[in-house]
């Protein structure tokens, strides 16, 4: 089970983070957010890869992001069609992939079909007002209609007593679950003995 913890920001943070042997740690680049990195911290992951969060960027500006910060992955969480994630492979070279889809019915899931073979990983987010961080989760069982070939991480909402229901929840293309906003005590400030717990767990 991949752990994804994104949002980060914060030097001592990201240092206590990195520490629970996380998979992957994700930096926001949308000004928009509460949690967006303006600026390069004076710390960065050495244990987790690196993860820039995008929504909707021009390819230059994320190609100088991924750059800047080292990164091992590159999330989508826009509007970016398969002409872009396209051209994105085509400039990252061995970047890790991933297209953020938000959920709330099955008929949602459709839109993954075009971008199958693209991605490296989708991730299903919370349909909401904004395009991520809502702290709400969407109906999971509505996953049981993914059909496609593209392994996902599961994201939306999920907190530190959902350990018993991620344990419980079964998909044979489930490779990980992202957590944000509900392990935190600020924006881009994690708890880290919540997260700490909550892994343990998981990986028991």
């Known amino acids: 089970m991949l752990i994804k913890v994104c949002g980060m920001r914060e030097a001592d943070n990201i240092r206590a983070v990195d520490a629970l042997s996380t998979d992957f740690m994700g930096f926001i680049f949308w000004p928009h957010s509460s949690r967006y990195v303006a600026a390069l911290p004076a710390c960065l992951p050495q244990r987790a890869k690196r993860v820039g969060v995008f929504v909707d960027a ?93 392994p996902f991480l599961l994201s939306g909402g999920i907190g530190p007593d959902d350990a018993p229901r991620i344990r ?17 005590t600020s924006p881009a400030v994690k708890d880290i003995n919540q997260l700490n717990n909550f892994i343990k767990t998981i990986r028991q």
């Open 58 to 150: 021009d390819m230059a500006d994320l190609l100088q992001h991924a750059a800047q910060y080292g990164l091992h992955a590159v999330q989508l969480h826009g509007h970016e069609n398969p002409a872009y994630v396209r051209q994105l492979r085509a400039s990252v070279g061995q970047l890790t992939v991933i297209k953020a889809f938000n959920i709330a019915t099955p008929n949602d899931l459709e839109q993954t079909v075009p971008y199958e073979g693209l991605a490296d990983y989708f991730l299903f987010d919370t349909k909401g007002p904004s395009v991520g961080g809502n702290g709400k989760q969407f109906d999971w069982t509505v996953l049981n209609a993914y059909n496609g070939t593209t």
């Open 168 to 184: 419980s929840f079964h998909h044979p293309l489930l490779a990980g679950i992202d957590l944000n906003s509900r392990f935190e």
